[in-house]
């Protein structure tokens, strides 16, 4: 496999475990009493934030689970049970409660910015994007990968700042019914990766197992 058939792999595997178009209607709905100009600031900040986060995990990540002594392997595991099961919720087209809960959509609703809490983080760099993201630093080998997949992340970054710029016209051009469809494809593709991640991770814990 290429580097540049890698980096794609990687890019559409956090596309579907952020999950942005399917997260397009909590956004709608929590910013529809806003002016334009505050939707806008939202978008950049959210985006900027977004984009914080991922590179603070793939460049920290490891060293915090060494910390506490977790083993990526561990992890892998770990984090592929919190995909899977997100990646459940959406493919019933639900927003899952890891990622977004009741209480913090209520609280969102009142506060003067969800640019940061709750859009960037957790609903766009919730728990599985992030697990997402110390896995697939691991794997790489240099440097020059690592930027390659910061690379990754501030073009996903960017689809979302474009996207959510545009989230008016794209909610009505897929409607409901659309955006559903779109989100069970990202939750099929989210509950791969995340077996993928456990099978990963369980064959390094138990060498043995075939």
Not at 5 to 29: C, D, E, H, R, W
Not at 59 to 66: C, P
Not at 136 to 157: C, D, P, R, Y
């Amino acid at each position: 496999m290429t580097e540049l058939s890698q980096y794609l792999n990687t890019f559409i595997a956090l596309f579907a475990v952020s999950n942005p178009i399917g997260n397009l209607p909590i956004y709608l709905g929590l910013t529809a009493a806003k002016s334009v100009k505050e939707q806008k600031q939202t978008i950049r900040t959210a985006s900027l934030a977004f984009v914080i986060i991922l590179l603070i995990s793939l460049v920290m990540g490891q060293a915090i689970l060494a910390a506490f002594g977790i083993s990526i392997a561990s992890f892998r595991v770990a984090g592929g049970f919190l995909i899977f099961l997100m990646g459940f919720h959406m493919l019933q087209a639900k927003t899952s409660q890891i990622a977004h809960t009741k209480e913090e959509n209520e609280e969102a609703q009142t506060a003067s910015s969800i640019a940061v809490v709750p859009l960037a983080i957790p609903l766009l760099a919730g728990p599985g994007t992030i697990s997402s993201v110390i896995v697939f630093a691991h794997n790489t080998q240099s440097w020059g990968e690592k930027i390659g997949l910061a690379i990754v992340i501030l073009v996903l970054a960017g689809l979302i700042f474009i996207s959510y710029s545009f989230a008016p016209a794209i909610g009505q051009l897929l409607g409901k019914t659309g955006m559903n469809i779109v989100t069970r494809i990202m939750g099929l593709i989210t509950m791969a990766i995340a077996v993928e991640f456990m099978a990963d991770g369980l064959s390094s814990l138990f060498p043995g197992w075939k």
